[in-house]
Protein backbone atom coordinates (compact mmCIF):
# COMPACT_ATOMS: atom_id res chain seq x y z
CA UNK A 1 0.00 0.00 0.00
CA UNK A 2 1.52 3.44 -0.58
CA UNK A 3 2.26 5.88 1.89
CA UNK A 4 0.07 8.75 1.02
CA UNK A 5 1.19 10.35 4.86
CA UNK A 6 3.05 14.05 5.05
CA UNK A 7 5.89 11.72 6.01
CA UNK A 8 5.43 9.18 3.03
CA UNK A 9 5.66 12.14 0.69
CA UNK A 10 8.96 13.86 2.13
CA UNK A 11 10.46 10.87 2.68
CA UNK A 12 10.43 10.23 -1.15
CA UNK A 13 11.01 13.65 -2.17
CA UNK A 14 14.25 13.43 0.33
CA UNK A 15 15.37 10.30 -1.96
CA UNK A 16 15.86 12.65 -5.14
CA UNK A 17 19.37 14.33 -6.02
CA UNK A 18 19.19 17.79 -5.15
CA UNK A 19 15.89 17.62 -3.39
CA UNK A 20 16.16 19.92 -0.73
CA UNK A 21 17.15 22.86 -3.46
CA UNK A 22 14.35 21.33 -5.56
CA UNK A 23 11.63 21.92 -2.42
CA UNK A 24 13.04 25.28 -1.57
CA UNK A 25 12.97 26.86 -5.24
CA UNK A 26 9.08 24.80 -5.49
CA UNK A 27 8.20 26.07 -2.10
CA UNK A 28 9.60 29.87 -3.10
CA UNK A 29 7.60 30.10 -6.47
CA UNK A 30 4.58 28.67 -4.34
CA UNK A 31 4.86 31.18 -2.17
CA UNK A 32 5.48 33.83 -4.54
CA UNK A 33 2.42 33.02 -6.30
CA UNK A 34 0.08 32.47 -3.24
CA UNK A 35 1.48 35.89 -2.21
CA UNK A 36 -0.33 37.39 -5.60
CA UNK A 37 -3.39 35.23 -5.20
CA UNK A 38 -4.46 36.26 -1.59
CA UNK A 39 -3.58 40.05 -2.37
CA UNK A 40 -5.74 39.81 -5.53
CA UNK A 41 -8.66 37.93 -4.49
CA UNK A 42 -8.78 39.59 -0.90
CA UNK A 43 -6.84 42.14 -0.77
CA UNK A 44 -4.82 41.54 1.56
CA UNK A 45 -0.86 41.87 1.81
CA UNK A 46 1.38 39.07 -0.02
CA UNK A 47 3.04 37.95 3.33
CA UNK A 48 -0.11 36.15 4.46
CA UNK A 49 -0.14 34.12 1.30
CA UNK A 50 3.87 33.49 1.50
CA UNK A 51 3.74 32.29 5.57
CA UNK A 52 0.31 30.12 4.65
CA UNK A 53 2.58 28.41 2.22
CA UNK A 54 5.32 27.94 4.67
CA UNK A 55 3.12 27.09 7.54
CA UNK A 56 2.19 24.13 5.24
CA UNK A 57 5.28 22.84 3.80
CA UNK A 58 6.59 22.69 8.25
CA UNK A 59 3.67 20.84 8.63
CA UNK A 60 4.09 18.04 5.90
CA UNK A 61 7.36 17.95 6.99
CA UNK A 62 9.12 19.77 3.61
CA UNK A 63 12.28 21.43 2.82
CA UNK A 64 13.20 20.98 6.38
CA UNK A 65 16.35 23.31 7.97
CA UNK A 66 18.23 21.94 10.98
CA UNK A 67 16.85 23.65 14.58
CA UNK A 68 18.20 25.21 16.06
CA UNK A 69 19.08 26.91 12.38
CA UNK A 70 22.46 26.47 11.46
CA UNK A 71 24.33 26.75 8.47
CA UNK A 72 23.24 28.11 5.50
CA UNK A 73 19.62 28.59 7.01
CA UNK A 74 20.88 30.53 9.88
CA UNK A 75 22.89 32.63 7.64
CA UNK A 76 19.86 33.01 5.06
CA UNK A 77 17.73 34.55 7.81
CA UNK A 78 20.56 36.63 9.09
CA UNK A 79 20.97 38.13 5.88
CA UNK A 80 17.00 38.53 5.22
CA UNK A 81 17.03 40.19 8.75
CA UNK A 82 19.77 42.46 7.53
CA UNK A 83 18.50 43.97 4.93
CA UNK A 84 15.25 44.27 6.07
CA UNK A 85 16.84 46.68 9.49
CA UNK A 86 19.61 48.09 6.98
CA UNK A 87 16.56 49.55 5.16
CA UNK A 88 14.73 50.29 8.39
CA UNK A 89 17.78 52.21 10.17
CA UNK A 90 18.37 54.30 6.75
CA UNK A 91 14.45 55.49 7.39
CA UNK A 92 15.32 56.41 11.12
CA UNK A 93 16.36 59.84 11.30
CA UNK A 94 18.71 60.77 14.76
CA UNK A 95 17.39 64.55 14.23
CA UNK A 96 13.93 63.41 14.01
CA UNK A 97 14.30 61.53 17.55
CA UNK A 98 16.37 64.42 18.70
CA UNK A 99 13.94 67.40 18.22
CA UNK A 100 11.32 64.58 19.46
CA UNK A 101 12.69 63.36 22.23
CA UNK A 102 9.26 62.14 23.15
CA UNK A 103 9.15 58.89 20.81
CA UNK A 104 12.30 57.39 22.16
CA UNK A 105 11.05 57.99 25.63
CA UNK A 106 7.14 56.07 24.04
CA UNK A 107 9.12 53.38 22.50
CA UNK A 108 11.57 52.83 25.86
CA UNK A 109 7.93 52.92 27.64
CA UNK A 110 6.53 50.11 25.37
CA UNK A 111 9.62 48.10 25.73
CA UNK A 112 9.56 47.83 29.25
CA UNK A 113 5.83 47.32 29.58
CA UNK A 114 5.77 45.01 27.06
CA UNK A 115 8.57 42.85 28.96
CA UNK A 116 7.46 43.36 32.26
CA UNK A 117 3.65 42.12 30.79
CA UNK A 118 4.93 38.99 29.87
CA UNK A 119 7.26 38.07 32.30
CA UNK A 120 4.47 38.81 35.44
CA UNK A 121 1.84 36.81 33.07
CA UNK A 122 4.27 34.05 32.52
CA UNK A 123 5.29 33.88 36.03
CA UNK A 124 1.57 33.29 37.26
CA UNK A 125 1.45 30.11 35.06
CA UNK A 126 4.21 29.05 37.59
CA UNK A 127 6.98 28.59 34.46
CA UNK A 128 10.66 29.08 35.68
CA UNK A 129 12.21 32.15 35.39
CA UNK A 130 15.01 31.61 32.58
CA UNK A 131 12.66 30.66 30.12
CA UNK A 132 10.23 33.32 31.78
CA UNK A 133 13.33 35.78 31.18
CA UNK A 134 14.36 35.03 27.94
CA UNK A 135 10.24 34.32 26.40
CA UNK A 136 9.75 38.16 27.64
CA UNK A 137 12.79 39.37 25.46
CA UNK A 138 11.18 38.03 22.07
CA UNK A 139 8.13 39.44 22.93
CA UNK A 140 9.29 42.65 22.89
CA UNK A 141 10.45 43.26 19.27
CA UNK A 142 7.90 43.49 16.53
CA UNK A 143 8.58 42.83 13.31
CA UNK A 144 9.76 45.32 10.94
CA UNK A 145 10.07 43.10 7.71
CA UNK A 146 5.67 42.37 8.04
CA UNK A 147 5.52 45.98 8.44
CA UNK A 148 7.51 46.38 5.82
CA UNK A 149 5.63 43.86 3.66
CA UNK A 150 2.43 45.55 4.89
CA UNK A 151 3.35 49.33 3.92
CA UNK A 152 4.47 48.28 0.32
CA UNK A 153 1.63 45.84 -0.54
CA UNK A 154 -1.20 48.66 0.74
CA UNK A 155 1.23 51.35 -0.57
CA UNK A 156 0.59 52.87 3.08
CA UNK A 157 2.04 56.11 4.01
CA UNK A 158 1.46 58.57 6.93
CA UNK A 159 2.44 59.43 10.54
CA UNK A 160 0.25 56.01 11.72
CA UNK A 161 3.01 53.87 9.59
CA UNK A 162 5.90 55.98 10.34
CA UNK A 163 5.13 55.62 13.74
CA UNK A 164 4.75 51.98 13.72
CA UNK A 165 7.43 51.20 11.99
CA UNK A 166 10.25 53.57 13.68
CA UNK A 167 8.64 51.96 17.06
CA UNK A 168 9.46 48.44 15.82
CA UNK A 169 12.60 49.50 14.56
CA UNK A 170 13.66 50.54 18.09
CA UNK A 171 12.01 47.50 19.96
CA UNK A 172 14.20 45.48 17.61
CA UNK A 173 17.22 46.97 18.25
CA UNK A 174 17.02 46.62 22.46
CA UNK A 175 15.40 42.89 21.74
CA UNK A 176 18.40 42.20 19.63
CA UNK A 177 21.10 43.96 22.17
CA UNK A 178 19.50 42.38 25.87
CA UNK A 179 18.70 38.84 24.10
CA UNK A 180 22.03 38.67 22.68
CA UNK A 181 23.69 39.01 25.64
CA UNK A 182 21.33 36.98 27.55
CA UNK A 183 22.65 33.69 25.50
CA UNK A 184 25.38 33.53 27.81
CA UNK A 185 23.11 33.50 31.17
CA UNK A 186 20.29 31.88 29.69
CA UNK A 187 20.53 28.60 32.28
CA UNK A 188 20.97 30.74 35.50
CA UNK A 189 18.38 31.53 37.79
CA UNK A 190 17.32 34.81 39.49
CA UNK A 191 19.85 38.11 39.51
CA UNK A 192 21.36 37.73 36.46
CA UNK A 193 19.37 40.24 34.59
CA UNK A 194 22.14 43.00 36.11
CA UNK A 195 24.68 40.83 35.37
CA UNK A 196 24.03 41.06 32.46
CA UNK A 197 24.05 44.64 31.48
CA UNK A 198 27.98 44.49 30.86
CA UNK A 199 26.94 42.10 28.18
CA UNK A 200 24.70 43.74 26.61
CA UNK A 201 27.14 46.98 26.47
CA UNK A 202 29.34 44.94 24.98
CA UNK A 203 26.82 43.13 22.12
CA UNK A 204 25.82 46.83 21.74
CA UNK A 205 29.25 47.95 21.27
CA UNK A 206 31.01 45.18 18.89
CA UNK A 207 27.30 45.77 16.85
CA UNK A 208 28.05 49.43 16.27
CA UNK A 209 31.71 49.24 15.42
CA UNK A 210 30.60 46.67 13.09
CA UNK A 211 27.93 49.00 11.92
CA UNK A 212 30.26 52.09 11.26
CA UNK A 213 32.67 50.27 9.60
CA UNK A 214 29.43 48.77 7.11
CA UNK A 215 28.38 52.48 6.83
CA UNK A 216 31.78 53.83 6.35
CA UNK A 217 32.64 51.24 3.35
CA UNK A 218 28.99 52.24 1.81
CA UNK A 219 29.86 55.84 2.42
CA UNK A 220 33.29 55.13 0.25
CA UNK A 221 31.42 53.17 -2.31
CA UNK A 222 28.58 55.78 -2.87
CA UNK A 223 31.47 58.51 -3.97
CA UNK A 224 32.02 56.58 -7.07
CA UNK A 225 28.84 54.71 -7.49
CA UNK A 226 25.73 56.26 -8.64
CA UNK A 227 23.20 55.33 -5.78
CA UNK A 228 20.53 54.00 -8.03
CA UNK A 229 22.80 51.80 -10.09
CA UNK A 230 22.54 48.27 -10.39
CA UNK A 231 26.18 48.00 -9.45
CA UNK A 232 25.39 50.05 -6.17
CA UNK A 233 22.68 47.49 -5.03
CA UNK A 234 25.36 44.20 -5.59
CA UNK A 235 27.85 46.40 -3.45
CA UNK A 236 25.21 46.85 -0.61
CA UNK A 237 24.38 43.08 -0.59
CA UNK A 238 28.05 41.66 -0.72
CA UNK A 239 28.89 44.13 2.46
CA UNK A 240 25.71 43.37 4.30
CA UNK A 241 26.65 39.66 3.61
CA UNK A 242 30.17 40.23 4.78
CA UNK A 243 28.86 41.97 8.07
CA UNK A 244 26.32 39.31 8.67
CA UNK A 245 29.29 36.82 8.30
CA UNK A 246 31.43 39.11 10.60
CA UNK A 247 29.43 40.23 13.34
CA UNK A 248 28.54 36.96 15.36
CA UNK A 249 31.80 35.11 15.53
CA UNK A 250 33.24 38.84 17.42
CA UNK A 251 30.63 38.55 19.44
CA UNK A 252 27.77 40.86 18.17
CA UNK A 253 24.77 41.04 16.49
CA UNK A 254 24.76 40.81 12.72
CA UNK A 255 21.28 41.93 12.25
CA UNK A 256 21.32 44.78 14.91
CA UNK A 257 24.84 46.05 13.37
CA UNK A 258 22.93 46.31 9.87
CA UNK A 259 20.64 48.55 11.64
CA UNK A 260 22.92 50.81 13.63
CA UNK A 261 24.81 51.06 10.31
CA UNK A 262 21.35 51.80 8.08
CA UNK A 263 21.07 54.58 10.73
CA UNK A 264 25.17 55.73 10.69
CA UNK A 265 24.66 55.92 6.59
CA UNK A 266 21.31 58.50 6.80
CA UNK A 267 23.20 60.23 9.46
CA UNK A 268 26.49 61.23 7.73
CA UNK A 269 25.83 60.14 3.83
CA UNK A 270 25.16 64.16 2.93
CA UNK A 271 23.16 63.35 0.19
CA UNK A 272 19.12 62.01 0.15
CA UNK A 273 19.44 58.02 0.57
CA UNK A 274 17.90 56.15 -2.26
CA UNK A 275 16.74 52.70 -1.83
CA UNK A 276 18.09 51.29 -5.29
CA UNK A 277 15.06 49.68 -7.51
CA UNK A 278 16.99 46.58 -8.32
CA UNK A 279 17.86 46.04 -4.37
CA UNK A 280 14.37 46.21 -3.69
CA UNK A 281 13.97 43.01 -6.31
CA UNK A 282 16.67 40.99 -4.37
CA UNK A 283 15.22 42.04 -0.93
CA UNK A 284 11.44 40.79 -2.01
CA UNK A 285 13.27 37.42 -2.55
CA UNK A 286 14.92 37.30 0.44
CA UNK A 287 11.92 38.14 1.95
CA UNK A 288 9.87 35.56 0.73
CA UNK A 289 12.57 33.19 1.75
CA UNK A 290 12.48 34.62 5.40
CA UNK A 291 9.12 34.73 6.06
CA UNK A 292 8.55 30.87 4.45
CA UNK A 293 11.26 29.76 6.46
CA UNK A 294 10.43 31.45 9.72
CA UNK A 295 6.24 29.77 9.46
CA UNK A 296 7.73 26.74 8.26
CA UNK A 297 9.79 26.03 11.28
CA UNK A 298 7.51 27.27 13.71
CA UNK A 299 4.67 25.31 12.15
CA UNK A 300 6.58 22.11 13.50
CA UNK A 301 6.22 23.14 17.46
CA UNK A 302 4.11 20.63 19.51
CA UNK A 303 0.87 21.81 20.56
CA UNK A 304 -0.43 21.29 23.94
CA UNK A 305 -3.14 22.38 26.33
CA UNK A 306 -0.57 23.84 28.25
CA UNK A 307 1.44 25.60 25.16
CA UNK A 308 -1.63 26.77 23.99
CA UNK A 309 -2.49 28.32 27.52
CA UNK A 310 1.01 30.17 27.99
CA UNK A 311 1.39 31.04 24.19
CA UNK A 312 -2.20 32.74 24.39
CA UNK A 313 -1.09 34.54 27.73
CA UNK A 314 1.62 35.90 25.99
CA UNK A 315 -0.21 37.37 23.15
CA UNK A 316 -2.53 39.08 24.87
CA UNK A 317 -0.23 40.48 27.73
CA UNK A 318 2.10 41.55 24.60
CA UNK A 319 -1.23 43.34 22.65
CA UNK A 320 -2.50 44.71 25.84
CA UNK A 321 0.99 46.18 27.09
CA UNK A 322 1.80 47.35 23.52
CA UNK A 323 -1.47 49.26 22.54
CA UNK A 324 -2.05 50.57 26.13
CA UNK A 325 1.08 52.27 26.70
CA UNK A 326 1.35 53.78 23.11
CA UNK A 327 -2.04 54.79 23.27
CA UNK A 328 -1.21 56.59 26.63
CA UNK A 329 2.26 58.42 25.89
CA UNK A 330 0.72 59.28 22.28
CA UNK A 331 -0.36 62.23 23.54
CA UNK A 332 3.09 63.29 24.69
CA UNK A 333 4.59 62.65 21.02
CA UNK A 334 1.85 65.26 19.39
CA UNK A 335 -0.33 62.49 18.22
CA UNK A 336 -3.67 61.88 18.90
CA UNK A 337 -5.33 59.06 20.79
CA UNK A 338 -7.15 56.96 18.18
CA UNK A 339 -3.80 57.03 15.84
CA UNK A 340 -1.82 55.82 18.62
CA UNK A 341 -4.10 53.25 19.42
CA UNK A 342 -4.12 51.68 15.25
CA UNK A 343 -0.29 52.09 16.17
CA UNK A 344 -0.69 50.49 19.02
CA UNK A 345 -2.93 47.32 16.93
CA UNK A 346 -0.10 47.55 14.27
CA UNK A 347 2.53 46.28 16.86
CA UNK A 348 1.49 42.77 16.95
CA UNK A 349 3.39 41.17 14.35
CA UNK A 350 6.72 38.93 15.52
CA UNK A 351 8.46 37.19 12.58
CA UNK A 352 12.00 36.29 12.28
CA UNK A 353 13.91 38.71 14.89
CA UNK A 354 11.99 36.39 17.32
CA UNK A 355 12.74 33.14 15.60
CA UNK A 356 16.02 33.97 15.69
CA UNK A 357 16.29 34.88 18.76
CA UNK A 358 14.46 31.68 19.62
CA UNK A 359 16.72 29.60 17.55
CA UNK A 360 19.75 31.03 19.36
CA UNK A 361 18.29 30.12 22.93
CA UNK A 362 17.87 26.70 21.75
CA UNK A 363 21.76 26.78 20.79
CA UNK A 364 22.91 28.54 23.59
CA UNK A 365 21.27 25.71 26.31
CA UNK A 366 19.08 23.01 24.99
CA UNK A 367 17.10 22.26 28.29
CA UNK A 368 15.78 26.12 28.58
CA UNK A 369 15.79 26.38 25.36
CA UNK A 370 13.45 23.79 24.05
CA UNK A 371 10.89 25.05 26.61
CA UNK A 372 11.19 29.00 25.16
CA UNK A 373 10.70 27.36 21.60
CA UNK A 374 7.64 24.94 22.39
CA UNK A 375 6.28 28.59 23.44
CA UNK A 376 7.70 30.87 21.06
CA UNK A 377 6.95 29.14 17.75
CA UNK A 378 3.34 28.89 18.12
CA UNK A 379 2.98 32.70 18.95
CA UNK A 380 5.56 33.72 16.02
CA UNK A 381 3.18 31.65 13.86
CA UNK A 382 -0.04 33.05 15.39
CA UNK A 383 1.43 36.70 15.39
CA UNK A 384 3.08 36.55 11.89
CA UNK A 385 -0.10 35.71 10.27
CA UNK A 386 -2.96 37.84 12.66
CA UNK A 387 -0.18 40.46 12.79
CA UNK A 388 0.08 40.94 9.37
CA UNK A 389 -4.31 41.39 9.20
CA UNK A 390 -4.52 43.54 12.02
CA UNK A 391 -1.84 46.21 10.77
CA UNK A 392 -3.66 45.66 7.48
CA UNK A 393 -6.84 47.07 9.22
CA UNK A 394 -4.56 49.70 11.42
CA UNK A 395 -3.43 50.92 8.22
CA UNK A 396 -6.68 51.10 6.03
CA UNK A 397 -8.96 52.56 8.99
CA UNK A 398 -6.09 55.18 9.51
CA UNK A 399 -6.83 56.05 6.29
CA UNK A 400 -2.88 55.64 5.37
CA UNK A 401 -3.44 52.82 3.03
CA UNK A 402 -3.88 53.64 -0.89
CA UNK A 403 -6.92 52.56 -2.30
CA UNK A 404 -7.15 48.24 -3.73
CA UNK A 405 -6.52 48.77 -7.42
CA UNK A 406 -8.62 47.16 -9.62
CA UNK A 407 -7.29 43.84 -11.18
CA UNK A 408 -6.92 44.20 -15.34
CA UNK A 409 -7.32 41.30 -17.55
CA UNK A 410 -3.61 40.86 -19.33
CA UNK A 411 -4.41 40.22 -23.17
CA UNK A 412 -3.39 37.32 -24.85
CA UNK A 413 -0.35 37.11 -27.28
CA UNK A 414 -1.77 38.37 -30.81
CA UNK A 415 -5.20 39.54 -29.14
CA UNK A 416 -6.27 42.90 -30.94
CA UNK A 417 -6.09 45.58 -27.86
CA UNK A 418 -7.93 48.22 -30.25
CA UNK A 419 -10.74 49.83 -29.58
Known amino acids: MTDASPAGWAGKLSLLPGSLALEWALLLALAALAGHLVQRTTKLPKIIGHAAVGAVAGWLGLAGAAWPLEGVGLFLLEMGIAVVLFECGARLSLRWLRHNPMVLAQSLAESVLTFAAVYLSLRALGLEVPVVRALSVIAVAAS???????????????????????????????????????????????????????????????????????????????????????????????????????????????????????????????????????????AAMLNILMFVLVSSAAARAGWSG????????????????????????????????????????????????????????????????????????????????????????AFRRSGEAAPPTRSTRIPSFGEDTRP
Open 144 to 282: PAVLMRVMLDLRANGPVTDRALALATLNTLYALTIGTALLRTIDRGEGTMLASVGSSVAVLGISLLCGAVLAGLLIAALRVLNPTSQDTAIVVLALLAVCAGVTTPLGGSAPLAALLGGILLKRLYPRPWVWPRQLGTA
Open 306 to 393: AVLWAALALVGARLLAKAACIAATGVGTGMALKKSCWVGIAMVPMSAVALLLTSQFVAASHTVGARVAAIALPVILVTELLGAALATV
